[in-house]
């Protein structure tokens, strides 16, 4: 187990590099950064822009440049942002923890209720729960998260207060504006409806497999067998049923955080939550090439870490699973 | 068999009717559509009028009616959903079944391109991969503008491939082991006809199924784009749902709730539709489900 | 595991190739601009094609009149002192020179390139400012002055205000500044009467407009400046909020491209000039916008530079095509009017920035009145950049539509429409005209008005130059923006609604009251400036003017909210004006 961790941890360092490669590629043909840069600088010196153009590996052989932009951006020297000429760091680790707030309430809400929504539906199949749960499921699924986070934005930003004479919950940020200092109650007031948005998305998903995956199950032969052993139902179901059923969906989980990413882009931008899908879209408007980079990387290494994730826990939780 | 699967899954009966519909009013839409694209429903003031008799559905910023443009706006989006599932579908499963059938190295990169694709949060490669195509100068002539309705359908197919590649190859391994293209083999068919003859047709309910979810994620995305201001400029004369959709943004907090509402349901009404019936036609093709019925 | 890494890698480098060949297969692919005809003309007046557009050349030159130059004596008042004690002196109106002329990437070296020298008179306290010529705009120089203490090197101070601008001569002085928020409080050495009337002044940014509709709703902040858009006052219905709309110096207009293309024809952009109903637009467009008339001035708003009328009586459909058809026009089968000279009907490209939706409403609305009138009109757009920063400049385009922004002060006209600004060879085509406007006449006028130091007279020039602008049908004007202040009327009281269409937008704000008891008056800024250097590329935006620079640095002159220029109590009265 360990030697098979390793073996895969040793691979993906040449897999980042490699896919990094790509994405500056992609980048370079894609937003012109050189371009971009006199656009906001529009009286950049010669020399301002020969400095940009080293900082960031902008050379015009792709390979050589990008290997500039790999020893500045490892070194730790990284370019500063064209536009405002700002640290890139400070902002990302902000846009990242706040992401990774919002990603973990949402992926805890959305995996707990779509697990047990599934469960609840698999117990009597075609029954009218299974059908309830099935139908909202197949809803959740239609319903793309702006247009849910719009449907709230209208109910609680206009109408809640309109009918009630108060905001329940605030419809952008992290705090209200003009707020210092750290205050969960304020934070996680303003993280409910973010949350409920992207975890539609995951409990309509996850439902679904929890269902699939618990119903092939109960069907199986050794089920088949430890019924007819006299072991009661409760116990088939939860001492082999649910175990068996989850490693099909643990390993989607893993590999299902590129759509959670991308649900939580879609949703920080209509929230005005200030994450990396927030940075992302305001850079990528702006063809902000130094801070596009560490970006791409860190959304890279956390899709690579969560596919060796979901290889490392199927393989320790499925027993027929032989590692080497 | 099948057929009688698909009419007992009563969602998926009610949702071909409300495509039938809805496709009906698309095609008809000079007849059905009580204004023009850009005309007002009346002379100013006629600025976000709430749904009323000469407006069913209210009215927007110019005093267009939101339901005839809803009508043009399906119209362009279903074009897109349509126009990029076939491509995506044809290039997926000739892909596909090349990987399935050759296996070896060539199979071995098309998924890994495919894995890696599909990793990767979707709107980041869609937002990316639309400015490095728009960005070729020679492929312009081609695939069009990078806001025209043509790139849309072309970026699309590029990505909508890969989803239908792995059906079908999966496909493909399972029906090559099967005892009638054994046979076939044996009485020294080629490949080619083994492909035309006996793959596809045995392929022909997951292709129809990975057909439909093509057309949803076709729509869906192209809300998405238009949303974020990516989307196409259908010009001038005409408007698309995920337009209308990303209208529906500035109508929240001004109140002009017909705006964002009736965009937004039609959206999802479509795509909640599309779904069932991908979903009822997997039901009813699915060879496990036949052997216990 | 290992053979799906390898297979991975090759899939990899497949699809970078792929990326590499496309990249650098741009550059073999040569796109051609073949929209106009490039037939010879057959009657004798020919105008330069799409195709010919480079090689027009003007032969207008302007010869500025005979001046030995001008001295300006500014008598600073023995109370201005800094916040620390330090008077103000004529070092600060030195150093203020010296940083706006030499700070690399300066951006306000205009009028400041004309001065020779700047240095004390009688005493410390008077300035002598002497210029090479007349220099009409003189009043808008040192609205904002740096203290020179605060400053190492004066002509080079790009490094210095990152991200706080320590010294004052307002009645606010900075207490902290961050990426999310700024505080002000009362600068106790302030010698004017007008105090600050609450404890602490503090801006927030708002990132936009649902956020600033929420935050004031939600009383975190008590003032808010937006945009005006359709819909905004329902957006702010509220019983405790309240708002003032003014009309500000933004306008908007369109501008017909006249170098070369079909406009280059005066008589066709007359025509087409002539058939486009702007009363009829404004009501669609403009109307709820808050719109209540027209804009008549020109690329100007209403002031002492233009009579109001200048453009009115633009629409006449009939004299439109008595005019074409007078010149030979006739309308084709499609119904499109044919130039005589090609036996074409005319290409009129329409540029937007794409996603704006009033302007997208706008094409939407007269494209298809346009084309029923005979004019082959087409929407042409691309994105802000492509917009404003390739085809614009380039004047890549025959119809433009777009906001500008109108400083008190009139001198912005002379580089955006005299001859000798027009992009050619000849000034490398940097040139500012974007509408390649080039009339000998008004030329003349507009350069003058600039040596003109005689506020009337200047006003004269204008007025004629702005005549001869709608007499050539080079552009209409639509509509001047409203400017709105909303504001909490249970949270922030006093003088709220006084300047909120003046140029320096709630300048006093220092006379707000704070009404709730919390200590302060919170504003909600719709921009956030990156950096708070005042000369460079980061004092490019009027939120950071607003926020920053308006709250701490005295200037010579003030602008009012009618768009005139009064003396602060930083001088004891005008500055004396010598001609030589």
Same mark, same amino acid.
């Given at each position: 187990?360990?030697?098979?961790?390793?073996?895969?941890?040793?691979?993906?360092?040449?897999?980042?590099?490699?896919?990094?490669?790509?994405?500056?590629?992609?980048?370079?043909?894609?937003?012109?950064?050189?371009?971009?840069?006199?656009?906001?600088?529009?009286?950049?010196?010669?020399?301002?822009?020969?400095?940009?153009?080293?900082?960031?590996?902008?050379?015009?052989?792709?390979?050589?440049?990008?290997?500039?932009?790999?020893?500045?951006?490892?070194?730790?020297?990284?370019?500063?942002?064209?536009?405002?000429?700002?640290?890139?760091?400070?902002?990302?680790?902000?846009?990242?923890?706040?992401?990774?707030?919002?990603?973990?309430?949402?992926?805890?809400?959305?995996?707990?209720?779509?697990?047990?929504?599934?469960?609840?539906?698999?117990?009597?199949?075609?029954?009218?729960?299974?059908?309830?749960?099935?139908?909202?499921?197949?809803?959740?699924?239609?319903?793309?998260?702006?247009?849910?986070?719009?449907?709230?934005?209208?109910?609680?930003?206009?109408?809640?207060?309109?009918?009630?004479?108060?905001?329940?919950?605030?419809?952008?940020?992290?705090?209200?504006?003009?707020?210092?200092?750290?205050?969960?109650?304020?934070?996680?007031?303003?993280?409910?409806?973010?949350?409920?948005?992207?975890?539609?998305?995951?409990?309509?998903?996850?439902?679904?497999?929890?269902?699939?995956?618990?119903?092939?199950?109960?069907?199986?032969?050794?089920?088949?067998?430890?019924?007819?052993?006299?072991?009661?139902?409760?116990?088939?179901?939860?001492?082999?049923?649910?175990?068996?059923?989850?490693?099909?969906?643990?390993?989607?989980?893993?590999?299902?955080?590129?759509?959670?990413?991308?649900?939580?882009?879609?949703?920080?931008?209509?929230?005005?939550?200030?994450?990396?899908?927030?940075?992302?879209?305001?850079?990528?408007?702006?063809?902000?090439?130094?801070?596009?980079?560490?970006?791409?990387?860190?959304?890279?290494?956390?899709?690579?870490?969560?596919?060796?994730?979901?290889?490392?826990?199927?393989?320790?939780?499925?027993?027929?699973?032989?590692?080497? | 068999?099948?057929?009688?699967?698909?009419?007992?899954?009563?969602?998926?009966?009610?949702?071909?009717?409300?495509?039938?519909?809805?496709?009906?009013?698309?095609?008809?839409?000079?007849?059905?559509?009580?204004?023009?694209?850009?005309?007002?429903?009346?002379?100013?003031?006629?600025?976000?009028?709430?749904?009323?008799?000469?407006?069913?559905?209210?009215?927007?910023?110019?005093?267009?009616?939101?339901?005839?443009?809803?009508?043009?706006?399906?119209?362009?989006?279903?074009?897109?959903?349509?126009?990029?599932?076939?491509?995506?579908?044809?290039?997926?499963?000739?892909?596909?079944?090349?990987?399935?059938?050759?296996?070896?190295?060539?199979?071995?990169?098309?998924?890994?391109?495919?894995?890696?694709?599909?990793?990767?949060?979707?709107?980041?490669?869609?937002?990316?991969?639309?400015?490095?195509?728009?960005?070729?100068?020679?492929?312009?002539?081609?695939?069009?503008?990078?806001?025209?309705?043509?790139?849309?359908?072309?970026?699309?197919?590029?990505?909508?491939?890969?989803?239908?590649?792995?059906?079908?190859?999966?496909?493909?391994?399972?029906?090559?082991?099967?005892?009638?293209?054994?046979?076939?083999?044996?009485?020294?068919?080629?490949?080619?006809?083994?492909?035309?003859?006996?793959?596809?047709?045995?392929?022909?309910?997951?292709?129809?199924?990975?057909?439909?979810?093509?057309?949803?994620?076709?729509?869906?995305?192209?809300?998405?784009?238009?949303?974020?201001?990516?989307?196409?400029?259908?010009?001038?004369?005409?408007?698309?749902?995920?337009?209308?959709?990303?209208?529906?943004?500035?109508?929240?907090?001004?109140?002009?709730?017909?705006?964002?509402?009736?965009?937004?349901?039609?959206?999802?009404?479509?795509?909640?539709?599309?779904?069932?019936?991908?979903?009822?036609?997997?039901?009813?093709?699915?060879?496990?489900?036949?052997?216990?019925? | 595991?290992?053979?799906?890494?390898?297979?991975?890698?090759?899939?990899?480098?497949?699809?970078?190739?792929?990326?590499?060949?496309?990249?650098?297969?741009?550059?073999?692919?040569?796109?051609?601009?073949?929209?106009?005809?490039?037939?010879?003309?057959?009657?004798?007046?020919?105008?330069?094609?799409?195709?010919?557009?480079?090689?027009?050349?003007?032969?207008?030159?302007?010869?500025?009149?005979?001046?030995?130059?001008?001295?300006?004596?500014?008598?600073?008042?023995?109370?201005?002192?800094?916040?620390?004690?330090?008077?103000?002196?004529?070092?600060?109106?030195?150093?203020?020179?010296?940083?706006?002329?030499?700070?690399?990437?300066?951006?306000?070296?205009?009028?400041?390139?004309?001065?020779?020298?700047?240095?004390?008179?009688?005493?410390?306290?008077?300035?002598?400012?002497?210029?090479?010529?007349?220099?009409?705009?003189?009043? +808008?120089? *040192?609205?904002?002055? $740096?203290?020179? =203490?605060?400053?190492?090197?004066?002509? %080079?101070?790009? &490094?210095? #205000?990152?991200?706080?601008?320590?010294?004052?001569?307002?009645?606010?002085?900075?207490?902290?500044?961050?990426?999310?928020?700024?505080?002000?409080?009362?600068?106790?050495?302030?010698?004017?009467?007008?105090?600050?009337?609450?404890?602490?002044?503090?801006?927030?940014?708002?990132?936009?407009?649902?956020?600033?509709?929420?935050?004031?709703?939600?009383?975190?902040?008590?003032?808010?400046?937006?945009?005006?858009?359709?819909?905004?006052?329902?957006?702010?219905?509220?019983?405790?909020?309240?708002?003032?709309?003014?009309?500000?110096?933004?306008?908007?207009?369109?501008?017909?491209?006249?170098?070369? +293309?079909? *406009?280059?024809?005066? $008589?066709?952009? =007359?025509?087409?000039?002539?058939?486009? %109903?702007?009363? &009829?637009? #404004?009501?669609?467009?403009?109307?709820?916008?808050?719109?209540?008339?027209?804009?008549?001035?020109?690329?100007?708003?209403?002031?002492?530079?233009?009579?109001?009328?200048?453009?009115?009586?633009?629409?006449?459909?009939?004299?439109?095509?008595?005019?074409?058809?007078?010149?030979?026009?006739?309308?084709?089968?499609?119904?499109?009017?044919?130039?005589?000279?090609?036996?074409?009907?005319?290409?009129?490209?329409?540029?937007?920035?794409?996603?704006?939706?009033?302007?997208?409403?706008?094409?939407?609305?007269?494209?298809?009145?346009?084309?029923?009138?005979?004019?082959?009109?087409?929407?042409?757009?691309?994105?802000?950049?492509?917009?404003?920063?390739?085809?614009?400049?380039?004047?890549?385009? %025959?119809?433009?539509?777009?906001?500008?922004?109108?400083?008190?002060?009139?001198?912005?006209?002379?580089?955006?429409?005299?001859?000798?600004?027009?992009?050619?060879?000849?000034?490398?085509?940097?040139?500012?005209?974007?509408?390649?406007?080039?009339?000998?006449?008004?030329?003349?006028?507009?350069?003058?008005?600039?040596?003109?130091?005689?506020?009337?007279?200047?006003?004269?020039?204008?007025?004629?130059?702005?005549?001869?602008?709608?007499?050539?049908?080079?552009?209409?004007?639509?509509?001047?923006?409203?400017?709105?202040?909303?504001?909490?009327?249970?949270?922030?009281?006093?003088?709220?609604?006084?300047?909120?269409?003046?140029?320096?937008?709630?300048?006093?704000?220092?006379?707000?009251?704070?009404?709730?008891?919390?200590?302060?008056?919170?504003?909600?800024?719709?921009?956030?400036?990156?950096?708070?250097?005042?000369?460079?590329?980061?004092?490019?935006?009027?939120?950071?003017?607003?926020?920053?620079?308006?709250?701490?640095?005295?200037?010579?002159?003030?602008?009012?909210?009618?768009?005139?220029?009064?003396?602060?109590?930083?001088?004891?009265?005008?500055?004396?004006?010598?001609?030589?």
């Amino acid at each position: 187990m360990f030697r098979f961790v390793l073996r895969r941890l040793a691979w993906a360092v040449p897999t980042l590099v490699f896919v990094t490669f790509l994405v500056y590629v992609a980048l370079r043909t894609g937003t012109d950064p050189v371009a971009s840069y006199k656009r906001i600088n529009p009286r950049a010196t010669p020399a301002k822009i020969e400095q940009y153009i080293q900082a960031n590996g902008l050379d015009p052989n792709y390979v050589r440049g990008y290997f500039t932009w790999l020893r500045h951006f490892v070194t730790l020297e990284w370019p500063r942002s064209i536009k405002g000429s700002r640290e890139v760091w400070p902002q990302l680790k902000d846009a990242l923890a706040n992401t990774i707030r919002l990603g973990i309430a949402a992926s805890t809400v959305g995996i707990v209720v779509g697990l047990m929504l599934g469960i609840f539906a698999a117990l009597r199949p075609g029954g009218r729960r299974d059908v309830a749960v099935n139908t909202a499921a197949f809803v959740g699924i239609s319903i793309p998260p702006y247009v849910s986070a719009i449907l709230f934005q209208l109910l609680f930003a206009v109408y809640w207060s309109k009918w009630f004479g108060s905001t329940l919950f605030p419809t952008s940020g992290v705090y209200p504006p003009g707020h210092t200092g750290f205050d969960p109650l304020l934070m996680a007031k303003h993280m409910v409806l973010p949350t409920v948005v992207v975890a539609i998305q995951i409990i309509a998903v996850y439902s679904r497999y929890m269902r699939s995956s618990l119903l092939d199950v109960l069907s199986s032969e050794y089920m088949r067998t430890a019924r007819s052993k006299g072991i009661s139902e409760r116990r088939v179901l939860f001492k082999h049923g649910l175990r068996n059923a989850l490693i099909p969906v643990v390993t989607i989980a893993a590999l299902d955080v590129g759509a959670i990413v991308g649900g939580l882009i879609i949703t920080e931008n209509i929230f005005s939550y200030p994450g990396m899908g927030k940075y992302f879209l305001s850079a990528f408007g702006e063809g902000d090439f130094p801070l596009l980079m560490p970006w791409m990387v860190i959304i890279v290494a956390s899709t690579l870490m969560f596919n060796l994730l979901a290889d490392i826990s199927y393989a320790w939780l499925d027993p027929r699973i032989r590692l080497e | 068999m099948a057929f009688n699967r698909f009419v007992s899954h009563r969602a998926a009966v009610v949702s071909v009717f409300v495509m039938l519909i809805l496709v009906v009013f698309v095609a008809l839409s000079p007849l059905t559509a009580r204004y023009g694209v850009n005309e007002a429903v009346q002379a100013p003031p006629n600025y976000f009028l709430t749904p009323r008799a000469n407006a069913w559905l209210g009215t927007d910023d110019i005093g267009r009616d939101l339901y005839s443009r809803l009508i043009y706006g399906v119209r362009v989006s279903l074009v897109i959903g349509l126009f990029s599932a076939i491509i995506s579908v044809v290039l997926g499963c000739l892909i596909g079944s090349v990987a399935g059938f050759r296996g070896g190295r060539f199979d071995d990169v098309v998924m890994r391109v495919t894995d890696l694709f599909l990793a990767f949060p979707f709107l980041v490669t869609l937002l990316v991969m639309r400015n490095v195509l728009g960005a070729i100068d020679w492929l312009r002539p081609v695939i069009g503008d990078i806001s025209s309705v043509r790139f849309i359908i072309v970026l699309f197919a590029v990505f909508g491939w890969m989803g239908v590649a792995r059906i079908v190859r999966g496909q493909v391994l399972a029906l090559k082991e099967r005892e009638f293209i054994e046979a076939a083999r044996a009485v020294g068919a080629s490949r080619w006809y083994i492909v035309r003859r006996h793959l596809l047709p045995n392929s022909i309910g997951p292709i129809m199924v990975a057909l439909t979810f093509s057309v949803v994620s076709a729509i869906i995305s192209e809300s998405t784009l238009a949303f974020f201001g990516y989307g196409p400029q259908a010009g001038e004369g005409a408007t698309s749902l995920g337009i209308l959709v990303g209208a529906a943004k500035g109508a929240v907090n001004t109140g002009f709730w017909w705006l964002a509402v009736f965009p937004c349901l039609t959206l999802v009404m479509i795509a909640l539709s599309i779904n069932f019936i991908g979903d009822a036609l997997r039901d009813a093709t699915d060879p496990r489900m036949q052997k216990e019925s | 595991m290992k053979k799906h890494n390898k297979a991975s890698r090759i899939a990899a480098s497949l699809f970078a190739i792929s990326l590499i060949a496309s990249a650098c297969g741009g550059d073999d692919a040569a796109t051609e601009d073949t929209t106009a005809s490039e037939e010879p003309a057959a009657e004798p007046v020919s105008y330069p094609t799409l195709a010919e557009c480079a090689d027009v050349t003007y032969d207008y030159a302007y010869t500025p009149p005979a001046s030995a130059g001008m001295t300006v004596t500014y008598d600073i008042s023995p109370a201005a002192v800094w916040e620390d004690g330090s008077p103000i002196t004529a070092a600060d109106f030195k150093a203020t020179w010296e940083a706006a002329l030499n700070t690399p990437g300066s951006i306000s070296t205009v009028g400041y390139d004309q001065i020779d020298s700047v240095e004390a008179g009688s005493s410390d306290k008077q300035v002598v400012v002497e210029f090479k010529s007349v220099y009409g705009p003189y009043k +808008g120089l *040192f609205s904002g002055l $740096i203290k020179a =203490a605060s400053v190492a090197n004066a002509s %080079d101070i790009s &490094a210095d #205000f990152a991200d706080f601008i320590g010294f004052s001569g307002r009645p606010w002085k900075m207490k902290s500044w961050s990426p999310s928020q700024v505080v002000y409080v009362p600068n106790d050495k302030y010698w004017g009467s007008d105090k600050a009337a609450t404890k602490q002044l503090v801006m927030v940014p708002l990132a936009d407009s649902d956020t600033e509709v929420a935050a004031i709703k939600a009383g975190e902040v008590d003032f808010v400046y937006p945009q005006f858009y359709g819909g905004i006052e329902e957006a702010y219905t509220d019983p405790n909020i309240t708002l003032k709309k003014e009309f500000g110096g933004d306008y908007e207009g369109f501008y017909f491209q006249s170098k070369c +293309g079909p *406009f280059a024809n005066p $008589i066709f952009r =007359a025509a087409f000039s002539k058939s486009i %109903d702007r009363d &009829a637009l #404004f009501q669609q467009i403009y109307v709820p916008l808050g719109g209540e008339s027209p804009l008549q001035c020109g690329p100007i708003v209403p002031g002492p530079y233009c009579n109001g009328d200048e453009f009115s009586n633009a629409y006449d459909p009939a004299g439109a095509e008595a005019l074409l058809t007078e010149n030979g026009w006739t309308k084709g089968a499609d119904g499109y009017w044919i130039d005589p000279a090609t036996g074409t009907a005319p290409d009129i490209r329409w540029i937007i920035n794409t996603g704006n939706t009033r302007r997208e409403n706008t094409q939407a609305y007269l494209i298809p009145l346009l084309n029923a009138a005979g004019f082959k009109v087409r929407a042409d757009n691309c994105d802000a950049a492509c917009y404003f920063q390739q085809r614009l400049p380039a004047l890549d385009y %025959d119809m433009a539509m777009y906001i500008s922004t109108a400083p008190p002060d009139p001198g912005y006209l002379t580089p955006s429409f005299t001859c000798d600004q027009i992009p050619t060879a000849a000034n490398n085509n940097q040139g500012q005209n974007s509408t390649g406007w080039c009339n000998a006449e008004a030329s003349d006028l507009l350069h003058n008005a600039d040596f003109e130091a005689d506020a009337t007279k200047r006003a004269e020039l204008i007025k004629s130059a702005l005549k001869l602008m709608a007499a050539d049908s080079i552009m209409l004007p639509l509509f001047q923006f409203p400017k709105a202040g909303f504001w909490r009327t249970d949270k922030v009281g006093g003088p709220v609604d006084a300047e909120l269409r003046n140029y320096t937008s709630f300048i006093n704000n220092h006379l707000w009251t704070d009404l709730d008891g919390d200590g302060k008056v919170v504003i909600g800024a719709e921009q956030w400036p990156e950096c708070l250097n005042p000369l460079t590329e980061c004092a490019n935006s009027s939120w950071m003017v607003w926020t920053t620079i308006n709250q701490v640095m005295p200037g010579a002159f003030a602008t009012t909210n009618d768009g005139a220029y009064v003396v602060t109590n930083l001088l004891t009265g005008e500055p004396t004006v010598t001609l030589k």
